[in-house]
């Protein structure tokens, strides 16, 4: 790649009239992306923001000349420095991944081999197409470890992948995406599994590396706020068709589309406190419970809490701060060393394998990653269906019809009972956990992270149903979470988690009032605003304090 002035103004990717379809033995299915047509000069962002289907990974995925299992690029030219993608052979086509076109994936603990170490993965593709030597690729990736705020650069990479938090895994596939120095670099959602204070860190490394190289990049994300940091032009989809494409400043402050307009008016939209009553003994109580994993330092460390029933506690913390690790604690995932969890009164046994059948029912999880989550070889019937049966034994009718009820619930068609997660997008897969979780009627559900990999609106949507049901059935919730605007709409109680440790706890509203604790004031300042120039006032009042 070039980075002379000369080469600045070069139109990089044009995507001519782009047209994906759904294809089957049966004969052609829905098209999925139409009629979609940009550019990209050398340097250039474009953001692509829309609901769960809208087709915004499908046009990513395209640009590499590649579409998921039972679909089809129909029509259209996805040109390449004056090359189209579609005319090339396969050879030709590996060969551009990686040093031409580089992806970073929504789901990084999807897209590691758990068998070989990171810095194998991130120096692979930069050795095998032959662009540097294994020592100079490790250096390279040292670089980017350090460039990420990964911890430990110099030794990040001996770790396998189930030894880091999923937030540093992702940073990690950004310095997998980043080693070959490619022409274009597709962010899918690389920024869904940070918390706010790393993801204001990884959103500027990313410009910085656009900037200084000339790299073209295609942003997708569900979050405007986000897109508004990095993107010069955004293209809102939906149905996969284009609502709206215009330049970043136009579609936050006049956006055309009353549907651009929904997505701004559902980002920028306040949301009181939530106040409820405490006015029923602790469904969950939680004692100075301390865990870590094998030989590693305390990841909770003497963790105090408490949960009525109809409550919903936030926690929230960096990665690594130990918030889905206290998850896995509770639900008995990892065996605490010291202190007690009781139940309802009970108390509960370390072990998951300890626990009665009711003690397991009881409490459920959501889990960040649904695509590491779901059985891929399982229709939804199946999945959803299989707590119903474990749980209470009904026969298959009745599981069937319960199923069809759950799916109505998470406003995914009927149809979808006989599909399998590789169907579905991302939201898509997160609403089938969110059934599933509900599937065994708990008294707790442990939330982690479940809007992250959702659109604002769906999102929305989705709060709306868990706070509905919280409403019908007296449901708890713990909700793990680093949007601190969802901690708001949703948590009536919020615990900061920093190192394992608590920092603050209590009521929302107090937490959130000054005076605050200093970092619970890092977290506030880090949250994105719907403002192009958010990013920098950040970034300079940091370098000055």
């Given at each position: 790649?070039?980075d002379?002035?000369?080469?600045?103004?070069e139109?990089?990717?044009?995507?001519?009239?782009?047209r994906?379809q759904?294809r089957?033995?049966?004969g052609?299915g829905?098209?999925l992306v139409?009629?979609?047509?940009?550019?990209?000069?050398r340097g250039?962002?474009?953001?692509?923001?829309?609901?769960?289907?809208?087709?915004?990974?499908t046009?990513?995925?395209?640009?590499l000349g590649?579409?998921r299992n039972?679909?089809?690029?129909e029509?259209?030219?996805?040109?390449f420095?004056?090359?189209?993608i579609?005319?090339?052979?396969p050879?030709?086509r590996r060969a551009l991944?990686?040093?031409?076109?580089?992806?970073?994936?929504q789901?990084?603990?999807?897209?590691f081999n758990?068998?070989?170490t990171?810095?194998e993965?991130?120096?692979?593709?930069?050795?095998?197409?032959?662009?540097m030597?294994?020592?100079?690729?490790?250096e390279v990736?040292i670089?980017?470890?350090?460039?990420l705020d990964?911890p430990d650069?110099?030794n990040?990479?001996?770790?396998?992948?189930?030894?880091v938090?999923?937030?540093?895994l992702q940073r990690?596939?950004?310095a997998?995406?980043?080693?070959?120095?490619?022409?274009i670099l597709i962010?899918?959602?690389?920024?869904t599994?940070?918390?706010?204070?790393t993801?204001?860190?990884?959103?500027?490394a990313?410009?910085?590396?656009?900037?200084?190289?000339?790299?073209?990049a295609i942003?997708i994300?569900h979050?405007?706020?986000?897109v508004a940091?990095?993107?010069?032009?955004?293209?809102v989809?939906?149905?996969g068709k284009?609502?709206?494409?215009?330049?970043?400043?136009?579609?936050?402050q006049?956006?055309?589309?009353?549907?651009?307009?929904?997505?701004?008016?559902?980002?920028?939209?306040?949301?009181?406190?939530i106040?409820?009553?405490?006015a029923?003994p602790?469904?969950l109580t939680?004692s100075?419970?301390?865990?870590?994993?094998?030989s590693?330092a305390?990841?909770i460390?003497?963790?105090s809490?408490e949960v009525?029933?109809?409550?919903t506690?936030a926690?929230?913390g960096e990665?690594?701060?130990g918030?889905s690790?206290?998850a896995?604690v509770?639900?008995?995932?990892l065996?605490?060393?010291?202190?007690?969890i009781?139940?309802?009164g009970?108390?509960?046994?370390p072990a998951l394998?300890?626990?009665?059948?009711?003690?397991k029912r009881?409490?459920?999880m959501?889990?960040?990653?649904?695509d590491?989550?779901?059985n891929?070889?399982?229709?939804?019937l199946?999945?959803i269906?299989?707590?119903?049966?474990?749980?209470?034994?009904?026969p298959k009718?009745e599981?069937?019809?319960?199923?069809l009820?759950?799916?109505?619930?998470?406003?995914?068609p009927?149809?979808?009972?006989?599909?399998?997660?590789?169907e579905?997008s991302?939201?898509?897969?997160?609403r089938?956990?969110?059934?599933?979780?509900?599937?065994?009627?708990?008294?707790?559900?442990?939330?982690?992270?479940?809007?992250?990999a959702?659109?604002?609106l769906v999102?929305?949507?989705?709060?709306r149903?868990?706070?509905?049901?919280q409403?019908e059935?007296?449901?708890?919730?713990?909700f793990?979470?680093h949007?601190l605007?969802?901690?708001?709409?949703?948590?009536?109680?919020?615990?900061v988690?920093?190192k394992?440790q608590?920092?603050?706890s209590?009521?929302?509203?107090t937490?959130?009032?000054p005076p605050?604790h200093?970092?619970?004031?890092?977290l506030?300042s880090s949250?994105?605003e719907?403002r192009?120039?958010?990013l920098?006032e950040?970034l300079?009042?940091?370098?000055?304090?």
């Amino acid at each position: 790649m070039s980075d002379t002035v000369a080469d600045e103004n070069e139109i990089v990717l044009e995507v001519d009239h782009l047209r994906v379809q759904a294809r089957s033995d049966a004969g052609p299915g829905p098209v999925l992306v139409d009629d979609i047509s940009f550019t990209l000069r050398r340097g250039e962002v474009i953001g692509l923001i829309g609901e769960s289907g809208a087709g915004k990974t499908t046009i990513g995925l395209a640009v590499l000349g590649y579409t998921r299992n039972g679909c089809a690029i129909e029509g259209g030219r996805i040109i390449f420095r004056g090359r189209d993608i579609l005319t090339l052979s396969p050879a030709e086509r590996r060969a551009l991944r990686g040093p031409g076109v580089a992806y970073i994936a929504q789901s990084a603990a999807a897209s590691f081999n758990p068998a070989m170490t990171l810095f194998e993965q991130v120096c692979e593709i930069p050795v095998r197409h032959g662009l540097m030597s294994p020592a100079a690729a490790r250096e390279v990736a040292i670089g980017l470890f350090r460039e990420l705020d990964l911890p430990d650069p110099e030794n990040f990479g001996r770790r396998y992948p189930h030894q880091v938090s999923g937030g540093q895994l992702q940073r990690a596939m950004a310095a997998m995406a980043m080693a070959a120095r490619p022409d274009i670099l597709i962010f899918d959602e690389p920024t869904t599994a940070l918390d706010v204070t790393t993801q204001v860190e990884v959103l500027a490394a990313f410009r910085k590396l656009i900037h200084e190289h000339h790299t073209a990049a295609i942003y997708i994300t569900h979050d405007l706020a986000v897109v508004a940091q990095i993107a010069d032009d955004i293209m809102v989809l939906r149905h996969g068709k284009m609502v709206e494409h215009g330049t970043a400043e136009q579609i936050l402050q006049a956006p055309r589309a009353e549907y651009t307009r929904r997505l701004v008016a559902e980002r920028v939209a306040g949301h009181g406190f939530i106040d409820r009553a405490a006015a029923e003994p602790p469904l969950l109580t939680i004692s100075n419970v301390v865990a870590s994993y094998a030989s590693l330092a305390r990841v909770i460390d003497g963790v105090s809490l408490e949960v009525r029933r109809g409550d919903t506690l936030a926690v929230v913390g960096e990665s690594g701060s130990g918030k889905s690790t206290l998850a896995r604690v509770i639900t008995g995932l990892l065996p605490r060393e010291a202190g007690e969890i009781r139940f309802r009164g009970e108390l509960l046994p370390p072990a998951l394998a300890q626990r009665t059948r009711e003690q397991k029912r009881l409490v459920q999880m959501i889990y960040q990653m649904p695509d590491v989550a779901l059985n891929p070889h399982q229709t939804l019937l199946d999945i959803i269906g299989r707590p119903i049966a474990f749980y209470f034994n009904r026969p298959k009718a009745e599981i069937r019809s319960r199923v069809l009820e759950l799916l109505r619930m998470m406003d995914l068609p009927e149809s979808f009972i006989d599909r399998t997660p590789g169907e579905l997008s991302g939201g898509q897969k997160q609403r089938v956990g969110i059934a599933r979780a509900l599937a065994a009627e708990p008294d707790l559900i442990i939330c982690d992270e479940v809007t992250s990999a959702l659109d604002q609106l769906v999102g929305e949507e989705i709060l709306r149903l868990l706070k509905r049901l919280q409403e019908e059935l007296g449901i708890a919730y713990l909700f793990i979470t680093h949007d601190l605007g969802v901690v708001k709409r949703i948590a009536n109680k919020v615990t900061v988690m920093l190192k394992g440790q608590m920092v603050a706890s209590g009521e929302t509203e107090t937490v959130f009032a000054p005076p605050f604790h200093p970092y619970t004031e890092l977290l506030l300042s880090s949250v994105p605003e719907m403002r192009s120039d958010w990013l920098d006032e950040v970034l300079q009042r940091r370098s000055t304090a």
